[in-house]
C-alpha cells in the first residue's frame, strides 16, 4: 500500500513540476507580453493602454498566487511523505531501501 500510495506521489510530484513550468511562461516571456500588450502609435486610439497594462498585471499576479498556492500544496505535500517515511522508518531500522527514499523526499522540502 506505501508503494502504490509513493508511486501516486511522485506522479502527482512530476505532474506539479509541469504546471510551475507552464504557469512561469508569462513570466519568461515578459517582454514579449509587454511588446504585444502596449499599443505602437499607430493603435493608440484604438486601444486603452491603461486598461491593457491593468490586465497585464492581473494575469501576473494570479499567476503568480496561483504558483504560489500549488507551491505551497506541494510542500505540504511532501512533508506528510516525509512524515509517513520517518514513521516507517522508526518500525524498520534495517531497510536501506526506506531510508534512501527518505532521504530523497527530505532533499525536496
Given at each position: 500500500a506505501f508503494l502504490r500510495d509513493t508511486t501516486k506521489y511522485l506522479s502527482a510530484y512530476f505532474l506539479i513540476q509541469e504546471l510551475?513550468?507552464?504557469m512561469r511562461t508569462i513570466d519568461d516571456r515578459i517582454v514579449?507580453?509587454?511588446n504585444t500588450t502596449i499599443p505602437t502609435a499607430s493603435f493608440v486610439g484604438k486601444v486603452d493602454p491603461g486598461q491593457t497594462c491593468k490586465e497585464l498585471y492581473q494575469s501576473l499576479?494570479?499567476?503568480?498566487?496561483?504558483?504560489?498556492?500549488i507551491i505551497k500544496?506541494?510542500?505540504?505535500q511532501t512533508s506528510a511523505v516525509v512524515k509517513t517515511l520517518k514513521e516507517e522508518r522508526e518500525k524498520a531500522h534495517d531497510d536501506v531501501a526506506l531510508l534512501?527514499?527518505?532521504r530523497k523526499e527530505q532533499t525536496k522540502v
Amino acid at each position: 500500500a506505501f508503494l502504490r500510495d509513493t508511486t501516486k506521489y511522485l506522479s502527482a510530484y512530476f505532474l506539479i513540476q509541469e504546471l510551475l513550468r507552464v504557469m512561469r511562461t508569462i513570466d519568461d516571456r515578459i517582454v514579449h507580453e509587454l511588446n504585444t500588450t502596449i499599443p505602437t502609435a499607430s493603435f493608440v486610439g484604438k486601444v486603452d493602454p491603461g486598461q491593457t497594462c491593468k490586465e497585464l498585471y492581473q494575469s501576473l499576479m494570479d499567476a503568480h498566487s496561483n504558483r504560489e498556492r500549488i507551491i505551497k500544496n506541494c510542500i505540504s505535500q511532501t512533508s506528510a511523505v516525509v512524515k509517513t517515511l520517518k514513521e516507517e522508518r522508526e518500525k524498520a531500522h534495517d531497510d536501506v531501501a526506506l531510508l534512501k527514499q527518505l532521504r530523497k523526499e527530505q532533499t525536496k522540502v
